[in-house]
């Protein structure tokens, strides 16, 4: 299997002033991200607005962003929905289109069994040939993948990990204890990356890693080396800044402000998401200040 790699970016859907995407941009975007610190992104995620991109401009996107990090960086899309029918048919667009792995996220709103979890993810894996990465985040989709669910998913053959946005340690310390061996966890909580790290984590996918992509694989390179010490001082240094972007509005509406602030033109978000309020704007101006980016404007 090709090395999909440790610190990988959710980018962000740029778009333009009147909400249509703006690929363009998109392909500057991804390279200044590799160019930056992370090892590749992932496209039409949660921070790439998916719930109000149409699977044509998913897929569009795939291509863009794949022709223009091409040798530098790999692309992974999010082509999990709530339709295992219209997951299928997406994720086989993606691969198409060039993807080099797929993020597959719990269905959400319908609330399956962990049984219906395991049928799901396993037929998505079974109809295409690229990696597939699962994603458990309850926080959105009102449903948690168990331990267990995942610890059987890890035996279909190209399920090769799981994005874990539960909070939940236990559960991320069962699944590394328990998944088949090489089944890869990234943290999907930039917060938790560290502490995932610890208990046999893999990397990270992240929001922080658009400004700071850099420090974040610093951070993991100096853990696996066992600077713990140093490991400590970056993920401290960057605790103001992580929370300021999970806690001021949802994602990724602070994240696109800061992008924007910074003079890194990625658009608004799309309706419903707008952008945070004045006061969640001063406290991410307040977090950006006095930390030296990795990423540069102009992108």
């Not at 090709?2 to 703006?22: H, K, S």
């Not at 530098?72 to 198409?96: C, F, P, Q, W």
């Not at 049928?119 to 699962?134: G, K, S, Y």
Request: aromatic share 4%; proline share 6%; charged share 20%.
């Amino acid at each position: 299997m090709a090395e999909i790699g440790r610190v990988l970016t959710a980018m962000v859907t740029p778009m333009d002033a009147g909400g249509a995407v703006n690929y363009g941009q998109a392909r500057r975007l991804a390279q200044a991200l590799v160019d930056s610190g992370s090892h590749g992104v992932v496209v039409a995620g949660t921070t790439g607005e998916a719930p109000t991109l149409a699977d044509e401009e998913k897929v569009r996107l795939v291509r863009e962003v794949k022709e223009a990090i091409t040798g530098k960086g790999t692309v992974v899309a999010g082509t999990g929905t709530n339709d295992t029918r219209h997951s299928i048919e997406l994720s086989r667009e993606a691969e198409r289109a060039g993807a080099d792995a797929l993020l597959l996220v719990v269905p959400y709103y319908n609330r399956p069994s962990q049984e219906g979890l395991y049928q799901h993810f396993r037929a998505i894996a079974q109809a295409v040939n690229i990696p597939c990465i699962l994603y458990n985040i309850p926080g959105r989709t009102s449903l948690n993948m168990t331990a267990e669910t995942v610890i059987r998913l890890s035996h279909v053959d190209n399920i090769v990990g799981i994005k874990e946005a539960s909070g939940d340690l236990v559960q991320v310390s069962r699944i590394a204890a328990g998944a088949r061996p090489g089944f890869l966890i990234w943290s999907g909580d930039d917060l938790l990356t560290l502490p995932i790290m610890a208990i046999g984590g893999y990397g990270v996918i992240s929001v922080v890693t658009h400004l700071a992509g850099r420090k974040m694989r610093a951070m993991i390179e100096a853990y696996r080396q066992g600077q713990v010490e140093e490991a400590k001082r970056l993920h401290f240094s960057l605790v103001p800044l992580m929370q300021a972007l999970m806690t001021v509005g949802p994602n990724p509406t602070p994240i696109k402000w800061a992008l924007n602030h910074l003079g890194i033109a990625v658009g608004p978000p799309r309706l419903p998401l707008v952008e945070p309020e004045p006061d969640g704007q001063e406290r991410l101006r307040n977090a950006l200040e006095g930390i030296e980016l990795d990423i540069k404007a102009p992108v």
